[in-house]
């Protein structure tokens, strides 16, 4: 019988023990893109196992709340909205944005009016996407959504924003994201993908909530990033695990941010919005004005951006993958980064731990 990599509280190993922990539910989460939940429209979320219905009013507010009935337990998700409620599908009991239980559509059999609330959750839009927060509400307003400033103001830089599912606990994307060894060989033999050459890391630190990293870089010539790209002003990249997100500064005139949304032990949505300060027209010398740039974006993300982040998914697969079939054999980490992320991921995930013990025995 195959054996199951461990539990967080079964290993002390470092790399076993991020790849069992999950992300503090404390934070922010970016859950979906706002376009995709217009009036009237209700979908299920997931984070770390749990499901939540989000949806928005006839009044333009985005609520979220548990994804049940309490009737019968069914997805409220399958419902619809009608006004500024949600209904179940199954028997109609209706619920407002808060969570309580506004109306039954058959009768009540000789009793009362039942005094339900699900759980509700906070919810915020901000740079495209709508973000949850899965923690204790009476922490949400102390905790930011990450400040995006290549978006700040009318001089905002060109940004794709993308997402993808990959079969991956989000420790292993945060090793693709910090230790870029892996661009060589993993980017490096088509040509749509060929973007940096890296050479030696000159910093690598951790702070109390963040690690970050520097690589020297300079652009690959024969691939296509060296024909659309604007000379880089630096010749480092920085990548920051600025927890739980992530994001890197490539050359000073790119930088691409990653918001991960764990949905199970294995599964991971990745919310990206890759950001030039300016491209060139193909080919050409010539810059390309910010109006040509915003026209050109679905075809950057079809032929450049697509094609480069599919294999990064495909790669993180591939090590969850590796790491499910041999947890037990050391990994033989040489980067300096990855080790300084699961300390971090380790230890606030043992802080939210500590906090919700906390909380059971208030209660």
């Not at 991956?168 to 060989?185: E, G, Q, R």
């Not at 080790?339 to 995930?349: A, M, N, S």
Request: net charge neutral.
């Amino acid at each position: 019988m195959d054996l199951a990599p461990p539990a967080f509280h079964e290993t002390s190993n470092l790399r076993r023990k991020a790849c069992a922990a999950g992300l503090d539910p404390a934070h922010w989460y970016a859950v979906e893109w706002e376009s995709a939940v217009p009036k009237g429209k209700v979908v299920e979320v997931r984070f770390q196992g749990a499901s939540l219905a989000l949806y928005r009013g006839q009044d333009g507010e985005l609520h979220a709340l548990e994804n049940r009935c309490a009737h019968r337990q069914v997805k409220l998700s399958h419902g619809f909205v009608e006004g500024c409620q949600l209904k179940c599908v199954y028997h109609g009991w209706t619920y407002d944005g808060d969570g309580r239980l506004a109306s039954i559509p058959h009768e009540l059999f000789g009793r009362s009016f039942p005094a339900v609330r699900l759980r509700s959750f906070p919810v915020r839009v901000r740079h495209g996407l709508i973000w949850v927060f899965f923690g204790d509400p009476a922490l949400a307003a102390e905790r930011e959504i990450p400040d995006v400033p290549e978006l700040a103001d009318e001089r905002s830089w060109a940004h794709v924003p993308i997402d993808f599912l990959w079969r991956a606990h989000p420790t292993l994307i945060v090793n693709n994201v910090m230790d870029s060894t892996h661009v060589a060989t993993l980017h490096g033999r088509r040509f749509r993908t060929r973007s940096f050459r890296y050479g030696p890391v000159t910093h690598c630190e951790a702070e109390r909530e963040r690690v970050l990293v520097s690589h020297k870089i300079e652009v690959d010539p024969g691939g296509l990033v060296g024909y659309v790209a604007k000379n880089i002003a630096v010749d480092t990249q920085t990548a920051c695990f600025e927890y739980p997100y992530l994001w890197v500064s490539v050359g000073g005139v790119y930088k691409l941010w990653n918001f991960l949304l764990p949905i199970d032990e294995r599964t991971t949505r990745v919310f990206m919005l890759s950001c030039a300060e300016r491209v060139r027209i193909p080919f050409t010398p010539w810059l390309s004005p910010a109006w040509l740039a915003r026209a050109l974006l679905p075809l950057a993300r079809r032929i450049l951006v697509r094609p480069l982040f599919d294999e990064d998914g495909l790669s993180t697969a591939y090590e969850q993958e590796g790491y499910e079939a041999h947890f037990d054999r050391p990994s033989l980490d040489l980067h300096p980064a990855p080790r300084l992320c699961y300390q971090l991921t380790i230890r606030k995930w043992e802080e939210h731990l500590a906090a919700s013990e906390r909380a059971q025995r208030a209660g």
